[in-house]
């Protein structure tokens, strides 16, 4: 089986290049200095323990924060974001909280679309009061992908959720961003989940928050959860934490 | 292993919310006042209250009959044009100003401090005030029942904005909402609910507002009725034109809130119902 790895593939231009000299919460360095570039369609996770800053540095990524020192000095025009808990508006319905950023005008035939895509034809007049996290978080990842992004920022999407939940939205989030070639960065604690999901992973490490350790996954997708190769890297990862004294 | 989008494993049917029979709950709610309406009328009845005090409920009714055929809608009209008139007044300000104060830091620090203080004048206090100012008319007792609506309004919609879910705001940031846009597709929604418990207590003020106002000075209208019929000793009539002022303040809040139920369906909160219920 070999690997094709859509980072292989050279790109012109990256979706993501973004370079942290440093970026402070009050007097203390919580980031930096790193470099994180994401070609397109590439799918990047960032592995570390709570408190390491790997969601100050997803924040940075979208916009939401740029008190910071370092460059910009490429981003796709379109990002989406998913937020680790739906955020989903309680007075909108699923299908308006979809196509939110559109307001009442949004694309009827795309939200349509995205709702069978997520699994959850006949919920689009549904309120969210009446839907289950894991289908409330579908409605997010829908939400996420409206304005057809190029690069989805996902901070610890599913951690909310219960395993079983949480295998289904990931292969639901794999199919879908393979297929519309977007580049996933995704934040999370999980190690598996980081390696089954991603072409590399980027171990951070804590106070300051930087990039311990890059590992990649040459393993073509779809991926085999029992496959040895992700034990085995599952060991490395594990190796690379304790070197950056996470664990 | 591909994914299977047409999965939507994790459903979670949900209880249908309402009594399993209405009719017995509206029953309950009936006993006690029957009760005290039957004890009433055979203890007036018996001799053991006197009449001139304490008229009979069948004689109440009698009395509000006897009105229906002449005064009483004029003096409906005349309440129930200038409890309007003050909601509507007093409502639109407490809202505009509680969108101001609390959609902007540079406004509560200019105006919050001034309402605080304003706020703690029992609202009553501005009658002799108002009386010298703008007369006996209808302009004082409009002032009066808008004064009385403005502060729960303003307190509540303040306090709804203010506890609003941040992390809400930030799905608009991420979208690159302006502020007006912010405000008309997140923070207004979001804020509804507190809005509608301000709107509620500000109309249940200006029923109170507005006796007070007409007791104090008016030709027509219920609290007029009320201090009248006390002068001419006359009881029944006073417990008449209670009856109305109740009747009237009890369909006008069922409207506030058969709206709010409409408008707040969304909202996912306890309904008094526990699991086994």
Redesign the interface.
């Known amino acids: 089986m070999t690997a094709l790895h859509t980072s292989d593939i050279p790109s012109l231009t990256p979706v993501l290049d973004l370079q942290v000299q440093r970026k402070l919460f009050g007097d203390s360095p919580v980031l930096g200095p790193l470099e994180l570039r994401l070609q397109a369609g590439e799918i990047v996770s960032l592995l570390g323990p709570s408190g390491c800053g790997k969601s100050t540095l997803l924040r940075l990524v ?1 916009g ?1 924060d740029t008190a910071f020192t370092g460059t910009l000095r490429q981003r796709a025009a379109q990002v989406g ?1 998913v ?1 680790q ?1 739906p ?1 989903l ?4 319905s699923v299908a308006d909280n979809i196509g ?2 559109n ?1 009442r005008r949004f694309d009827r035939q795309r939200v349509t679309q995205l709702i ?8 689009a007049d549904a ?9 409330a978080q579908r409605v997010a990842i829908a939400r996420g992908l409206y304005e057809r992004p190029s690069l989805l920022l996902l901070d610890e999407p599913f951690s909310a ?1 219960d395993a ?2 949480r295998f ?1 939205l990931q ?6 961003a393979r297929r519309r070639r977007i580049a996933l960065l995704v934040v999370t604690h999980d190690i598996d989940e980081a390696l089954y999901l991603s072409d590399r992973v980027l171990v951070i490490g804590n106070r300051p928050g930087t990039v311990r350790r890059e590992l990649s996954v040459p393993l073509a997708y ?1 991926r ?1 959860r029992r496959d040895a190769r992700l034990a085995d890297l599952r060991g490395q990862a594990l190796e690379a934490l304790q070197a950056a004294h996470v664990i | ?12 049917p ?1 209880r249908p919310t309402g009594a399993t029979k209405p009719w017995r709950q509206r029953a309950k709610g009936l006993a006690l006042p029957l009760a005290i309406l039957v004890t009433l009328e055979s203890l007036v009845r018996l001799g053991w209250i006197p009449a001139y005090q304490m008229p009979a409920p069948s004689e109440v009714a009698h009395t509000l009959i006897e009105l229906a055929d002449g005064a009483l809608w004029s003096h409906i009209a005349a309440s129930l044009s200038r409890v309007l008139a003050g909601f509507v007044i007093g409502a639109s300000l407490g809202l505009l100003f509680a969108a101001g104060v609390g959609l902007s830091r540079e406004a509560e620090a200019w105006l919050e401090p001034t309402f605080a203080s304003l706020r703690a004048i029992p609202s009553l206090a501005w009658v002799p005030l108002l009386l010298l100012w703008l007369g006996i008319g209808e302009t004082s007792k409009v002032t009066l029942i808008a004064l009385g609506a403005f502060f729960p309004v303003y307190l509540n919609g303040v306090a709804a904005i203010r506890n609003i879910d941040r ?2 705001v ?2 608009g ?3 690159g909402f302006g502020p007006l846009r912010l405000a008309r ?2 923070l207004l ?2 804020a ?1 609910p507190g809005v509608f418990t301000g709107l509620r207590s500000a109309l249940s003020l200006s029923w109170m507002f507005l006796v007070a106002a007409e007791l104090i000075a008016a030709t027509r209208g219920l609290g007029y009725l009320l201090s009248d019929d006390r002068e001419t000793s006359r009881p029944d009539l006073v417990l008449a034109a209670i009856l109305v002022l109740a009747l009237l303040g009890k369909l006008s809040d069922g409207l506030l809130a058969a709206l709010e139920t409409r408008w ?5 909160t306890f309904d008094g119902q526990g699991p086994g219920a």
């Open positions: 979208a939401l974001f937020f808990e955020r508006m309680p007075w909108l939110f950023s307001g069978a895509d997520v699994g959850l034809a006949g919920f309120l969210p009061k009446a839907l289950s996290g894991g289908m959720v079983f939940t289904a292969d639901l989030l794999l199919d879908l779809p085999d | 292993m591909s994914a299977r989008p047409a999965q939507a494993v994790e459903t979670r949900r992390r809400l930030e799905v940031h991420m979208y597709r997140i929604p979001a509804l707040l369906a969304w909202r996912d």
